[in-house]
């Protein structure tokens, strides 16, 4: 038994161990996050626990008498809550599922398991507790595709699907933190793409991101060879698959511990760089159905649909009450994941061209660039071969170096102060101007010193007086 439940057998020996520790435990997986209930309010014990452990403890629902304790060096964290009910096992028929519906008396003992949550573990299948238990909490429906792939369960009860299905539209009035919460496990599972398939099913798509059932349907040029909704989860499997490390990532090359470093780092809503960058890849094409056209000649065209994408996907993202920090992340990728489509036709680049496309793309340039990659890998209709090895062959390119704008964002090779100063110019708009232009410069190779510089920036002025119209 893990430490703090060892000394929770101490404090608290009524108590029990249910829910996703226990069934994680019985599964051979490890877990750090503990919930137990207990005969009476949880906060004599949670108190007990944390002087005990030297941990920190603290109340999570005063109406509930939820507690938390966590470990000073979060390795571990226990909830603490009342059973629900006048025994454990009207708590135990209260639950989701029946793997979740197993307790453990922290005393020791045998496994109460009133439901059969034992053999659904073995069978590695998923069935509702009870027939109203998709309607006490509809997020159950959500939760029912998490489990099913963080588990890797692929055996769901018939009737369990059904009930799943009749109250998936409740799903509309579940608070969108919450939704958000079960739907980034979802997506950044291991089989993200199998748990968005059973979000389909059950309804909760429709519920809960309408803008994707959307794009089924609609249909694209000769030079796709799928739906929208089906490019769509093409380009998410390409996404996991460039930023997985595997055979998908190959061509990252010598750039490949670089990339991975920086997907690692944490972003927003608990969720890294390359986690996040799962739902640029989802939501990259959400307008398509709103600017779809077909011209006079027949060539079906999208014009737009990036800049109006980002608007919805920055709306989606409210609506779930995410950070703005991830909806700007997420609002980028969309924004510019057609940027690097577009020079392939103008390769080979100038250096202008590059610092152009990196300036355009920041702060997501180097995402925004493997974002490019995957929908260029998952579009496979007309002359794809030829165009999918131009377009690597260009990212590889940009995308090292995009890692080098990341390590060392460049500057303009003189301040805005001695600019004004030796140019006579009061701060405004038009240093800014001249400063932008002559760090472009000096990124293209241009200018190399400040005299340079000065002298650029005396060029482009024209001989004029400082601030007279041109």
């Not at 060096?73 to 025994?87: A, F, K, M, N, T």
């Not at 197993?102 to 003992?109: K, T």
């Not at 102060?417 to 232009?437: K, M, N």
Request: aromatic share 4%.
């Amino acid at each position: 038994m893990s430490e703090p439940l060892a000394a929770l057998r101490s404090v608290c020996p009524d108590g029990w161990l249910v829910g996703g520790a226990l069934r994680d435990r019985l599964l051979g997986r490890a877990t750090f996050d503990y919930d137990v209930v207990v005969p009476a309010d949880g906060r004599r014990a949670a108190r007990a626990l944390g002087r005990a452990c030297s941990a920190h403890s603290f109340e999570l629902s005063e109406g509930f008498g939820a507690w938390r304790v966590i470990a000073r060096d979060r390795s571990w964290q226990v909830d603490i809550l009342p059973v629900e009910g006048d025994s454990i096992e009207a708590d135990l028929a209260r639950r989701d599922f029946t793997i979740n519906a197993i307790a453990e008396p922290l005393r020791g003992g045998e496994l109460m398991d009133p439901f059969g949550g034992v053999e659904d573990l073995r069978g590695r299948r998923l069935r509702m507790v009870s027939p109203g238990a998709f309607a006490a909490d509809p997020l159950r429906t959500l939760r029912l595709a998490r489990l099913a792939c963080e588990l890797e369960f692929d055996d769901v009860d018939d009737a369990t699907l059904t009930a799943a299905r009749e109250s998936a539209g409740a799903l509309t009035a579940v608070a969108g933190e919450r939704v958000f919460a079960e739907l980034k496990r979802v997506v950044i599972s291991d089989r993200a793409l199998g748990g968005l398939a059973l979000m389909d099913t059950v309804g909760a798509t429709d519920a809960i991101l309408p803008e994707l059932t959307a794009l089924r349907g609609v249909e694209q040029s000769p030079y796709h060879h799928l739906d929208v909704l089906d490019h769509t989860r093409a380009v998410l499997r390409e996404t996991v698959a460039v930023t997985d490390d595997g055979e998908g990532a190959a061509w990252l090359g010598e750039h490949g511990s670089a990339v991975a470093e920086l997907l690692a780092e944490p972003l927003a809503n608990e969720l890294t760089r390359g986690q996040a960058l799962r739902f640029g890849a989802l939501f990259h094409d959400i307008a398509k159905p709103q600017t779809r056209s077909v011209t006079s000649e027949g060539r079906v065209t999208f014009i737009g649909h990036d800049a109006l994408g980002a608007e919805m996907a920055r709306d989606v993202l409210a609506r779930l009450r995410t950070s703005e920090r991830l909806a700007d992340y997420v609002a980028g990728l969309v924004r510019h994941h057609l940027v690097l489509g577009f020079l392939v036709h103008a390769t080979p680049l100038d250096r202008r061209a590059i610092y152009r496309y990196l300036r355009a793309c920041e702060p997501v340039e180097v995402e925004v660039t493997l974002l490019s990659v995957a929908d260029r890998l998952a579009t496979r209709g007309r002359g794809a071969d030829e165009a999918i090895a131009r377009h690597l062959e260009l990212a590889r390119q940009l995308l090292g170096e995009a890692l080098h704008w990341r390590r060392e964002p460049p500057r303009p090779p003189v301040d805005g102060r001695a600019l004004s100063r030796e140019l006579g110019l009061l701060p405004g708009p038009e240093v800014g101007r001249l400063l932008a232009e002559l760090e472009e410069a000096s990124f293209a190779g241009e200018i190399k010193s400040s005299e340079e510089a000065l002298a650029r920036a005396r060029e482009m002025l024209g001989g004029r007086a400082p601030g007279e119209d041109r």
